[in-house]
């Protein structure tokens, strides 16, 4: 006897219309499908020195406690993150990425009838986490491919777009997948517009390749404008992608609200230690931003060698536009042992994301991209 059950029509409606986030290729599933070695994954903006030493004795010194349930309430790195920032400890919410408190955020401050703004081309995860609690999202269109800042977010736009029914709206800065950066100036003017009961949610995954000269402390911002909640992450310039690990600063009563929501356990006690002692190698940091102003550097020129066109980019990745047959592309790269990031389902069907590698992996992969060209 078989029951058929449309099991799509007993979930949470919205739900229908979402498709699971699709991740860069590992590098073990292109080993298994075409029995390649020495494969190159420029494909998730991982940072492609490794984690550091220091990181590596601290989840050694720490691999007896896996028996016991982490410390629900990061302190230790709480307060390290507190005396690294200058925010009280209270402003801190921990995250399984920062992925997690994005989605923490949605289902604290969104909800059905609810509307959260955010720009096209904007990270995926705005939107997965907007659908899954059944929100409104409303898309503001991004700077035109010919005007200053092509594909960035559209400040003015998005302030366009703001109704009574907005809750929540998203800024990735620098943004992913198009590496756009909006100047401290500009954001703030526009925080200074937004009212007070929106939340603005700055998320700055790839803050630490900034160039430290163009870098504000965007923490000081929280004292003029509690709506904000800043989202960071141990994933990119930290080199902890796989150890899962983010925070929001925000205000206190922000954070309490999240907390929550959150999940009992969401920070594992190898990312706690881990991003204790990470956030103690500056070294690392500075070693991770260098190699990656070189690695940009010998990207665009190889793409201008190639005459190909390409996005400038302030994170440790770049988009460049290989014409419509960027799949076929991607797949022939994958071919050569080089796994890119197609970004079609961010509506840029000609564009290839990559992240900066090793100057040896990305002179690998614009051989790579010579021969398939
Ligand atoms: C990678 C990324 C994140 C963070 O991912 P986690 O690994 O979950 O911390 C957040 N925002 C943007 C824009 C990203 O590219």
């Not at 659908?131 to 400040?155: C, F, I, M, N």
Request: with cysteine.
């Amino acid at each position: 006897m078989s029951i058929k059950n449309n099991f799509c029509d007993l979930a949470f409606e919205p739900i229908n219309g979402l498709f699971p986030y699709q991740p860069g290729k590992p590098i073990d599933e292109l080993q298994r499908e075409l029995g390649l070695d020495n494969i190159i994954k420029l494909a998730s903006n991982e940072n492609p020195l490794g984690p550091s030493e220091r990181v590596k004795k601290a989840i050694q010194n720490s691999l007896n406690d896996i028996s016991m349930y982490p410390d629900g309430n990061g302190f230790y790195l709480k307060k390290a993150l507190s005396e690294k920032l200058g925010v009280n400890a209270d402003m801190i919410t921990l995250g399984n990425g920062s992925n997690d408190v994005l989605d923490v955020i949605a289902r604290v401050f969104l909800s059905m009838g609810r509307e959260c703004i955010y720009s096209e081309y904007a990270f995926v995860v705005y939107s997965i986490a907007t659908q899954s609690v059944g929100a409104t999202a409303r898309v503001a269109k991004a700077r035109l491919p010919d005007e200053l800042d092509a594909y960035g977010h559209d400040l003015e736009a998005m302030g366009k777009l703001v109704s009574e029914k907005t809750s929540v709206i998203f800024i990735a800065n620098p943004n992913n997948p198009t590496g756009t950066w909006i100047e401290p100036d500009q954001l703030e003017q526009f925080l200074k517009k937004i009212p007070k009961h929106i939340i603005v949610v700055l998320d700055e995954a790839y803050c630490e390749y900034l160039e430290p000269q163009n870098v504000v402390d965007t923490t000081r911002w929280l004292q003029r404008y509690p709506n904000l909640i800043i989202t960071r992450t141990f994933s990119k310039a930290y080199g902890l992608a796989g150890l899962r690990i983010g925070y929001a600063v925000s205000h206190p009563d922000i954070a309490d609200l999240l907390n929550r929501v959150r999940h009992p356990f969401n920070v594992n006690s190898l990312g706690l230690v881990a991003a204790e002692a990470a956030l103690q190698d500056d070294a690392y940091i500075d070693k991770s931003r260098e190699l990656n102003k070189q690695g940009l550097q010998q990207l665009a020129n190889g793409f201008e060698k190639l005459a190909l066109s390409y996005i400038p980019s302030a994170g440790n990745f770049i988009s460049l536009n290989v014409g419509e047959k960027a799949a076929d592309i991607y797949t022939k790269l994958l071919h050569e042992a080089v796994i890119v990031r197609p970004i079609a389902g961010y509506n840029m069907p000609d564009y290839l994301r990559v992240s900066v590698g090793l100057a040896e992996e990305n002179e690998v992969l614009l051989s790579a991209l010579k021969k398939v060209i």
